[in-house]
């Protein structure tokens, strides 16, 4: 299958763009698309210096691979999917998550990119932990990993 899927201990190693580009170059990319998510200076009002994501790494990695083949197999079935996430302490500026597509068209490319991001942040076990300029710290809310019930 053309996935690469990580969790990357950010202390020991760096997500890069390079490595997420050779991954997905093929002849057969009419187009390729790359987001880049990194850690901002402020949250809500707060000034943030720094964050620190936790995850279940078995059920992370498990939730990336179901969410890539669900994309290739929605959008484009012979594209290239590299999604990595960070784990640990990363500063402002960092890179946090990582998504690069190559897929024939750029239509599908955008969609399969959009579609992880979204699905990563719904359904992956990774949890937020923001860093603040005063010395407080906060793990923030996520979403709910429970599928919703159904009003009838």
Not at 71 to 78: G, S, V
Request: hydrophobic share 35%; net charge positive.
């Amino acid at each position: 299958m053309s996935v690469h899927v990580a969790l990357i201990k950010i202390e020991e190693k760096k997500i890069s763009s390079e490595k997420a580009k050779k991954f997905i170059a093929s002849e057969k990319n009419g187009a390729e698309s790359i987001f880049v998510g990194r850690v901002r200076n402020e949250n809500g009002g707060k000034k943030v210096i720094g964050v620190t994501y936790d995850a279940h790494d078995q059920a992370v990695i498990k939730s990336f691979e179901s969410i890539c083949k669900n994309a290739k197999n929605k959008f484009d079935k012979n594209g290239k999917i590299f999604l990595e996430h960070a784990k640990g302490y990363a500063s402002v500026g960092e890179i946090s998550i990582l998504i690069a597509v190559g897929s024939g068209h750029r239509d599908e490319a955008f969609k399969i990119c959009r579609h992880v991001l979204e699905e990563v942040k719904h359904q992956s076990p990774i949890w937020k932990k923001e860093h603040y300029t005063d010395g407080k710290e906060e793990w923030l809310p996520g979403h709910s990993l429970r599928p919703k019930k159904q009003v009838k």
